[in-house]
């Protein structure tokens, strides 16, 4: 027996690469990629509005909530609007939203994309690299242009929570392990067994 499944395909900004995703100005859903002639976005949209919110929210306004940031779990139903906002321009302001529901989409979103920031081919270098500050610079120095501007751009993210009031050197490391996991993943096509034994 076969079963016939039909269905409208909605494109999302989920699950694309960083340098597909930085061709897109305005709504993936809705709009079509810039020609190569003309000059792409430094990062994608969806990233700076994702993390302009937690920094307006939860930096600058909410500082009691910041030992939760990336931690506690968002609500899925609000997950879903902010997804759907993000591929089709919705502003955030349109429905409630939690600072930890966007915090776990900011991690999602990472996670979805086709080529981490630390793109596959780097991954084992990066784990050789990881006890040396110069060679981890060489490696980042390396990356696409894209994802090169990624990088900083969380980086800098990360140090403005950082250096916000109220945070803490242990909450501080449990971000940056959180943005690690995503920014830095092995290839999903290798033995787990390989990626495992560099990890360990």
Known sequence: YFITITGNYLPSCFGNTLDQLVKYPHPLRNSSPLPDSEKRLSIPKELWRIID???KKGILEDETTQEDLFVKPGHPKEMELIREALDTGASFSSFEISLHSMCEMAIQFLESTAEPVIPFNYFFPAL?????YMRCRLIIDQIPAVHYNVFYYIIAFLKDVASAKGSDSSAVVKYAEKFA???LRPDPSL?????AAMRG
């Open 53 to 55: 919110f937690i920094h």
């Open 128 to 132: 050789e690299a990881s006890g040396s």
């Open 181 to 183: 996991n995503v920014m």
């Open 191 to 195: 033995p787990a067994t390989s990626t």
